[in-house]
């Protein structure tokens, strides 16, 4: 359920929230004579960050952070099924 009490900006200034997503990785294959793939490895690092739009040194709670990650991830899963149905 979502929490509607926490508003969608910085709580020091009333800003926009930015979201920004880093990742890196490594993914390894072995392709076979056979045209067979086989996984060597399969690493992913992802660093999520939500800032102020204003100010990047505002403190952003832990709770309002949680809950953009969690929007931005529906809208991502969203844009994905948009593209799988089209």
Request: charged share 25%; hydrophobic share 35%.
């Amino acid at each position: 359920m979502e929490d509607n009490s926490i508003a969608l900006c910085c709580p020091s200034c009333g800003g926009q929230l930015i979201y920004k997503r880093l990742s890196d990785g490594v993914s390894m294959r072995e392709i076979g004579t056979d045209s067979s793939i086989k996984v060597l490895s399969d690493t992913k690092n992802i660093n999520e960050y939500v800032m102020c739009s204003i100010q990047q040194s505002h403190n952003i709670p832990e709770q309002l952070r949680n809950k953009v990650i969690a929007l931005v991830g529906q809208e991502a899963a969203r844009k994905k099924i948009e593209i799988i149905n089209t």
